[in-house]
């Protein structure tokens, strides 16, 4: 049974981008690809800075896109689940 966490993987990216961590971040979200049962060797793994939303508390956020490295398309579900907001 999966471990609840209150938490948004994009909530914890950009945690970790704000506190000088990013070098786990692509650590975290290969962790998070293999509980949701995909090979993370498959994927490029992007991480792309923005302003937040007005309001949010926060200054940035940071967006993962993930690239399959045959050329395919990601599933739809699974890029926009890897950016979902809490």
Do not use: C
């Amino acid at each position: 049974m999966p471990r609840l966490n209150p938490f948004t993987l994009q909530m914890e990216i950009t945690r970790m981008f704000e506190q000088g961590q990013s070098f786990f971040a692509t650590l975290k979200v290969q962790d998070w690809l293999k509980e949701r049962n995909e090979n993370p060797a498959t994927y490029d793994i992007l991480f792309h800075q923005k302003p937040a939303l007005p309001g949010s508390g926060q200054v940035m956020v940071i967006d993962i896109e993930l690239r399959r490295k045959d050329g395919q398309p990601v599933d739809t579900w699974l890029q926009e689940e890897v950016n979902r907001h809490g």
